[in-house]
């Protein structure tokens, strides 16, 4: 079982972004923490067999959270409400939000589109931490740490919009005792099959990446659901404005 100090059964949390290693890994470390948590993403039907599987390993461990999966986009409001909407039937709260979408930004992301978004996702999800005066707000990306390979997922106007959401959200939500921080990853999985597919494998990837840069590591997937499990429990109820950041020491 999990250490009890980072039990989190009274937590159900929204997840969005895409789905991937990154992921699916945050579903399955917070439902064995105990959370309940909904992924919203359209991006395909293997994301409700994954959350079958997850509530299938309830019946073996009944202290297991519940999973979700809610086919729907997240383009505007109607959609955002819609999916609150369905939290409440099947969940009956929201204690936590986790918004993964910066995963998929890239080069081409527009800006302005990309970080209005996930601004007004926060926005109408934040009457529902407020109404409790608690709650957690936790942004997962790629930052400034993948510089080092030269190929920054990021551009600096993404990577300096999203930090400043992050401070100000932090700042007008500390009446209400919600917390906002980001999990910045280094190397996953998901980053090396995105960036250098050619390679044939992960293993060949990270070989070739290990020539130019001695010591680099991959950032396990568990790494990041610990870390995400770090931020929206008890342990960092005073940390806010902030991020962790999970690189093995490799950064700008």
Known sequence: MRDSALRLQDKTILLTG??????????????????????????????????????????????????????????????VMEVLGRMADGFGRTDVLIDASPLSWTKETAADSAIALSRMLAEKVIPFLAAKQKGRIIYVFEDECLGVLNNPTLPENLRTDLQGMIGDLARTQRSN?????????????????????????????????????????????????????????????????STLRLTHGFHL
């Open 18 to 79: 895409p789905f991937n290693g990154t992921t699916q890994s945050l579903i399955r470390t917070m439902t064995e923490f105990g959370c309940d948590i909904a992924f919203a993403s359209d991006q395909t039907p293997n994301a409700s067999k994954y959350t079958d599987g997850i509530n299938e390993a309830r019946e073996v461990h009944a202290e297991y959270g519940r999973a979700a999966h809610f086919h729907l986009p997240l383009r505007n409001e109607k959609d």
């Open 177 to 241: 005792k919600i917390t906002v921080n980001g999990l910045s990853l280094g190397v996953t999985e998901d980053y090396v099959l995105k960036h250098y597919a050619k390679a044939g494998s992960i293993r060949k990837s990270m070989d070739e990446l290990s020539k130019t840069h001695t010591g680099l590591k991959l950032v396990e997937s568990t790494d990041v659901g610990l870390g995400a499990a770090y931020l929206a429990g008890a342990l960092s109820g005073s940390l806010t404005g």
